[in-house]
């Protein structure tokens, strides 16, 4: 799905009293660190070699080369899934604006700014109710946002973020102490 093009003709001023009433930074989740990235290839190219040297002793060394290639294309491959993580999602929600930054991960920012009066989070729901998107529609614009999380965080971010969204729209409160 194409997301619609930065767009801040709508903003409301910004208030230097503005609390934060919600922020988040959602980023991938990777399971390895780029040091157990390299230890996973470490491992897997000593088993590589491991196995080809019978290869090499009874005169197949060919085979020995799919060995390396093996381990070529898991480098590219753990090298390619660390660059996609270097993207994040940044949203930022206070009393009069709302914010949303998403930088892919070439490092190009999209951003947005929504009137949190005017602004619903839409849940998109699969048929078997399993929630599919996460989209802040705002005057006809929409964004969706927390796509890199699962099903389970997703739906509590949605909780989080609707609830914080009903506070801005109940406008300021004042303290009276």
């Given at each position: ?113 929504f009137n ?47 609830s914080a969204?009903?506070?801005?729209k109940r ?7």
């Amino acid at each position: 799905m194409t997301l619609p093009a930065p767009h801040s003709s709508r903003l409301c001023a910004a208030h230097h009293d503005d609390p934060v009433l919600f922020s988040a930074v959602l980023r991938p989740h990777r399971s390895l660190t780029p040091q157990g990235i390299r230890l996973v290839i470490g491992l897997v190219a000593i088993a590589g070699l491991i196995a080809a040297i019978p290869f090499v002793i009874f005169g197949f060394w060919p085979v020995a080369g799919f060995y390396g290639l093996d381990i070529a294309l898991l480098y590219w491959a753990f090298r390619t899934n660390m660059t996609a993580a270097k993207s994040y999602e940044s949203i930022i929600l206070s009393q009069y604006h709302l914010d949303i930054k998403k930088v892919a991960y070439d490092g190009i920012p999209q951003n947005w700014r929504f009137n949190p009066v005017w602004t619903t989070l839409n849940k998109d729901v699969m048929t078997d109710q399993t929630l599919k998107h996460l989209r802040l529609v705002s005057k006809g614009e929409s964004v969706i946002i927390a796509d890199c999380l699962n099903t389970d965080d997703k739906t509590d971010f949605g909780k989080a973020l609707q609830s914080a969204l009903a506070t801005a729209k109940r406008g300021p409160v004042f303290d009276h102490d």
